[in-house]
């Protein structure tokens, strides 16, 4: 489990500065931002955000919630920095930051509103994870979770993977599209909720899609999960894949070039 969990560390630490510039992840931000806006009302929540990132999801939330308390945690220390310089960009001064592994999360306060964006896929074991994470709930608090849809990164990755496995990714050779901790299907979620004994839950689902033109497909690939795939390579079989992919994506681009990013994402919202 430390193994892959340094793995992680070691992806999101090399892509940090990229990775706030992606799109799909400040729309998303918004949305859990209505979904606690909506869930609870009371003056002075403590909320906690857990692997989070360069904190899309924190500073959206402490912007629209200024007496609120929130704690932001990350892994990363690469993108706690980020997270922490624009927090200072925006003028958030709300949100203490973390260096924190979420698998080892063990706290001697509770929290209102706890949100894990786009994390719990990555994890060795989300189940234990999440029983962690209702544990510092308050009674009456509200935990928010998102993954990606089945379709989501389509046709795209599905030209990808097979180029990384064929010039020489181990990761990608090991990686299983079609495991439920994927959590790609809403009965995947539902199989989580249930082992992590959670009955009380609702699943959204959001549309997330805009244009990308190839090169900013292929920026996208190296600043999100799959740049430790491509960083594996060779840097002639990198340039192999990249040329074989723009190849097999011609047959999907519009009149301007681009291939429709689909990032279209479940918002599982559980009820303490």
């Given at each position: 489990?430390?193994?892959?969990?340094?793995?992680?560390?070691?992806?999101?630490?090399?892509?940090?500065?990229?990775?706030?510039?992606?799109?799909?992840?400040?729309?998303?931000?918004?949305?859990?931002?209505?979904?606690?806006?909506?869930?609870?009302?009371?003056?002075?929540?403590?909320?906690?955000?857990?692997?989070?990132?360069?904190?899309?999801?924190?500073?959206?939330?402490?912007?629209?919630?200024?007496?609120?308390?929130?704690?932001?945690?990350?892994?990363?220390?690469?993108?706690l920095a980020v997270a922490k310089e624009n927090a200072q960009q925006q003028g958030v001064d709300n949100v203490c930051f973390t260096l924190q592994d979420i698998t080892k999360l063990?706290?001697?306060?509770?929290?209102?509103?706890?949100?894990?964006?786009?994390?719990?896929?990555?994890?060795?074991?989300?189940?234990?994870v999440l029983k962690s994470l209702m544990l510092h709930l308050n009674e009456g608090g509200t935990l928010i979770f998102t993954s990606f849809l089945d379709k989501a990164f389509s046709?795209?990755?599905?030209?990808?993977?097979?180029?990384?496995?064929?010039?020489?990714?181990?990761?990608?050779?090991?990686?299983?599209?079609?495991?439920?901790?994927?959590?790609?299907?809403?009965?995947?979620?539902?199989?989580?909720?249930?082992?992590?004994?959670?009955?009380?839950?609702?699943?959204?689902?959001?549309?997330?899609?805009?244009?990308?033109?190839?090169?900013?497909?292929?920026?996208?690939?190296?600043?999100?999960?799959?740049?430790?795939?491509?960083?594996?390579?060779?840097?002639?079989?990198?340039?192999?894949?990249?040329?074989?992919?723009?190849?097999?994506?011609?047959?999907?681009?519009?009149?301007?070039?681009?291939?429709?990013?689909?990032?279209?994402?479940?918002?599982?919202?559980?009820?303490?």
């Amino acid at each position: 489990m430390q193994k892959k969990q340094d793995q992680v560390k070691d992806i999101f630490q090399n892509v940090a500065i990229k990775y706030d510039e992606i799109e799909f992840f400040k729309i998303s931000a918004r949305h859990v931002a209505e979904i606690v806006k909506a869930k609870q009302t009371k003056e002075n929540l403590k909320i906690l955000d857990v692997a989070c990132g360069t904190g899309n999801v924190v500073l959206v939330c402490a912007s629209c919630l200024k007496d609120a308390q929130f704690e932001a945690m990350d892994i990363s220390d690469g993108m706690l920095a980020v997270a922490k310089e624009n927090a200072q960009q925006q003028g958030v001064d709300n949100v203490c930051f973390t260096l924190q592994d979420i698998t080892k999360l063990s706290l001697d306060r509770k929290y209102d509103v706890i949100t894990c964006s786009y994390a719990l896929f990555f994890l060795p074991d989300a189940v234990n994870v999440l029983k962690s994470l209702m544990l510092h709930l308050n009674e009456g608090g509200t935990l928010i979770f998102t993954s990606f849809l089945d379709k989501a990164f389509s046709p795209t990755v599905n030209r990808l993977l097979p180029l990384l496995v064929k010039y020489g990714s181990p990761s990608a050779k090991e990686y299983d599209m079609n495991k439920w901790e994927n959590l790609k299907h809403e009965a995947d979620i539902e199989r989580l909720c249930s082992e992590a004994n959670i009955t009380q839950f609702e699943i959204q689902t959001k549309e997330i899609r805009y244009p990308l033109n190839l090169d900013e497909w292929w920026e996208l690939l190296n600043n999100t999960g799959f740049s430790g795939m491509l960083m594996e390579l060779s840097s002639k079989n990198y340039e192999h894949v990249k040329v074989e992919l723009f190849e097999a994506l011609v047959e999907y681009k519009d009149e301007e070039g681009c291939v429709e990013l689909i990032a279209d994402s479940y918002f599982t919202v559980v009820n303490a």
